[in-house]
């Protein structure tokens, strides 16, 4: 019994932690696309459940920062090409990767 009560408590928690992703998401995608863009490239992408988790980098004014975005399927298209990334103008190490602003096959 306790086996199944550990399952299922895991199971809502991790169920929780998509909630708040896919919410704060979509706030930041729309807060996101007034923010300055930079040009950016992908570092690193690895599976995350069935979702891909795909990492890169930009650099603002000389500094390099990071960020990460999920997506369903393995961005293939963007792999060791440019991409171009949104930062916030007042804290650049803030960022996202919109869909919308990139030329070419959608990630």
């Known amino acids: ?10 199971l809502l ?3 929780t932690r998509w909630t708040t ?7 930041s995608s729309k807060q ?4 300055l863009l930079a040009q950016g490239k992908i570092a ?5 459940g069935d979702d891909w988790e795909t990492y ?4 603002v004014d000389g500094s390099y920062y990071s960020g990460y975005f999920s997506s369903s ?3 293939v298209e963007r ?9 916030k103008p007042e804290q650049p190490e803030t960022s996202f990767f919109l869909d919308s602003d990139q030329v070419g096959p959608s990630v």
């Open 56 to 59: 890169y980098t930009y650099q």
């Open 32 to 35: 996101a696309s007034s923010w």
């Open 13 to 15: 928690a991790q169920g």
């Open 79 to 87: 792999q060791d090409k440019a991409i171009l990334i949104r930062y």
């Open 73 to 75: 399927s393995f961005p």
């Open 1 to 10: 019994m306790e086996t199944v009560l550990h399952a299922f408590v895991k």
């Open 44 to 48: 690193r992408t690895y599976r995350a």
């Open 21 to 27: 992703r896919a919410l704060s998401g979509r706030l």
